[in-house]
């Protein structure tokens, strides 16, 4: 019996994500009394898959082929299949990021298994698996169990740290041969554009800086970038900055947006909206710049500063800066 | 070119969700429905590739119990769909693979080159469906397009992934989730809300399969403590970022 843990790759390289797939993947392994398997899915992966025994893979799969160099739902689907295949698991666990909630959604479908996407907590009574998972964008949290097995679990990224238990420690890595032919998968990545701007993702940061109405227009952003910088942030925004055009739709927080539950999340000139709060309601710690001290936001926010964001934005850079140096 | 699209009607995005008196389902007496928003730009999708291909149908695919559901649908009509089958089962117990089982059933009947939906639905964000219905007709599936482009019979696709965009491309027919951005949908002409009103809307009673995903219960997420206003103006920066530092300890 054992815990299958998906590992991401982009670049060359393991996300985060997959880390903290492994560690979720050890704490179901010790509930249910099981072992964890890893599985990597890409190109010159081999030194990665096997640094993954330091994150406490105890088996470690790999696809390493030059067709799994960029994603196919198709190709790093059936892979994963074979990866379930061998190792036979009762919980598949797989980051849901964007890719991972993809290829999650598409292999639960193919092995006609239950997926619960999103989780954020996990618990095993009388041997039996319940996930939470939020619901209407986090204004309600389900406790779901599948019928069938194996129950593949969606991990929301930056619910649970990942723990290196075996720091400097090596697996060695078993090969999962390609069984099939790459032309009959129909739809291909073919590139990656746009990967250069470097701009962190809103909802894999652990902090984030959004802007709302209250910003004002697309150069209304800026300081809120120049803060972002400091902090090794992301911007994020409101739908109605989105809406109205300022910052494309990738940087939207809320319930038809991203959700996100970073360490620290700044709302700036963003009145609360319901739509907007239950997309960052989990974040840890909220602050909060507004010029009106009746804004719903004020009610969530851990610390909060009434006044006008041209003034504010910058102290607040300046203060960080100070305090970071 | 024949087009099938999925819709679903959800409580609207501003719904304030309360929890029903069973623990495991949504009080709906004060909620107002509305077509699912993701859906919108499935459907505005669909009726720019019937345009531009200069013939086809567009028909919409919905589960759920006709009488609350069908004047939402029949907005779809309205911005131009040709008709639409309502699949009438009962909803309490569905999950998303019993949805696109029942969808996956009656679509095969119609044929259609390409099926659009949402990414989503905006109540319970399974963003299962679109996979499920794919790996159901065989077909390949791109989810979260924010970008499309057909040609013949082949299509580029680009999705925003974390920090970037990818560019897939593919042969139809194929199953495509929209995400929102993908286009600007149009509002519906008083020319296409008359239209609508006369256009084919078939009920079906269905049977949906038992769900593998099962709601024990729903929760209300804890109340976040009340927050505090630490001052005004730009001298309230450094007590806030003294406060993250040694009270929340997040710098």
């Known amino acids: 019996m054992s815990v299958l843990a998906f590992c991401e790759v982009r670049d060359g390289r393991c996300k985060k994500a997959a880390f903290e797939a492994i560690t979720a993947a050890k704490k179901l392994a ?37 067709f799994l160099a960029l994603y196919s739902t198709g190709g790093y689907g059936r892979c994963l299949v074979q990866a379930v295949e061998l190792a036979q698991p009762k919980a598949v666990i797989v980051p849901a990021t964007i890719m991972g909630k993809d290829l999650a959604a598409w292999t639960a479908a193919k092995l006609g298994v239950p997926l619960a996407s999103d989780c954020t907590e996990f618990k095993v009574e009388d041997g039996a698996l319940r996930v939470r998972r939020p619901v209407f964008a986090g204004k309600a949290l389900a406790w779901t169990h599948g019928e069938g097995e194996p129950f593949v679990l969606g991990l929301r990224p930056n619910t649970m740290a990942a723990e290196e238990i075996n720091p400097g420690g090596e697996g060695s890595v078993e090969p999962l041969p390609l069984t099939f032919d790459p032309s009959t998968i129909r739809a291909v990545v073919k590139e990656i554009t746009g990967g250069d701007k470097g701009d962190l993702d809103v909802a894999e940061a652990e902090i984030v800086v959004a802007g709302g109405r209250g910003v004002g227009g697309p150069e209304g952003f ?10 090794g942030a992301a911007v994020g925004a409101s739908r109605a900055a989105v809406d109205a055009g300022w910052i494309d739709h990738a940087a939207q927080v809320g319930q038809t947006g991203k959700v996100v539950s970073p360490n620290l999340y700044i709302a700036i000139g963003i ?17 909060a710049i507004n010029k009106d001290p009746e804004a719903p936001i004020f009610k969530v926010a851990d610390y909060g500063i009434v006044g006008d964001l041209v003034e ?14 | 070119m024949k087009i099938a699209v999925c819709v679903v009607v959800a409580p609207s995005t501003d719904t304030k969700v309360k ?9 709906m007496s004060d909620v107002k429905l509305e077509l699912n928003a ?3 730009f499935a459907i505005e999708e669909a009726l720019r590739l019937k345009e531009s291909t200069g013939d086809g149908e567009v028909v919409l695919f919905s589960v759920g119990s006709p009488a609350t559901i069908k004047e939402e649908i029949r907005k779809g009509l309205a911005r131009g769909a040709d008709r639409a089958v309502i699949l009438d089962t009962d909803t309490t117990q569905l999950d998303s693979s019993a949805v696109a089982a029942l969808l996956t059933g009656e679509i095969k009947a119609f044929e259609p080159e390409i099926i659009f939906m949402g990414k989503q639905s905006v109540d319970y964000d399974s963003a299962q469906v679109p996979s499920q ?37 593919g042969t139809l027919p194929a199953v495509i989730s929209a995400e929102k951005g993908l286009n600007e949908p149009r509002y519906p002409s008083l020319k296409g809300i008359m239209a609508a009103k006369k256009k084919p809307m078939e009920e079906k009673a269905a049977e949906a399969p038992a769900p593998v995903l099962v709601i024990d219960c729903l929760e209300l ?3 976040r403590p009340e927050g505090k206003i630490v001052g005004e103006g730009p001298e309230a920066a450094a007590k806030v970022v003294e406060l993250l530092r040694n009270e929340a300890k997040v710098i």
């Open chain 1, 312 to 325: 504010v934005v910058p102290a607040l850079t300046e203060a960080f800066q100070k305090a970071l140096a």
């Open chain 2, 38 to 40: 993701y859906d919108e």
């Open chain 1, 271 to 287: 009145s609360g909206a319901i739509q907007h709060l239950a997309g960052m309601r989990t974040a840890k710690v909220i602050v």
């Open chain 2, 133 to 169: 219905v794919a790996a159901a007709m065989g077909w390949p599936v791109v989810t979260k397009v924010s970008s499309l482009a057909i040609e013949g019979g082949a299509f580029r696709a680009e999705r925003e992934i974390e920090g970037g965009v990818e560019v897939v491309e």
């Open chain 1, 30 to 66: 010790a509930d249910l009394g099981g072992s964890v398997t890893a599985v990597v899915v890409g190109h010159n992966i081999q030194d990665d898959a096997k640094k993954l025994a330091a994150w406490g893979a105890e088996r470690i799969l790999a696809a390493d082929h030059e």
């Open chain 2, 19 to 27: 929890i029903g008196a069973d623990g495991k389902t949504i009080d």
């Open chain 1, 222 to 231: 800026e300081p809120l970038r120049e803060l972002a910088k400091v902090l």
């Open chain 2, 221 to 223: 997420p804890p109340p």
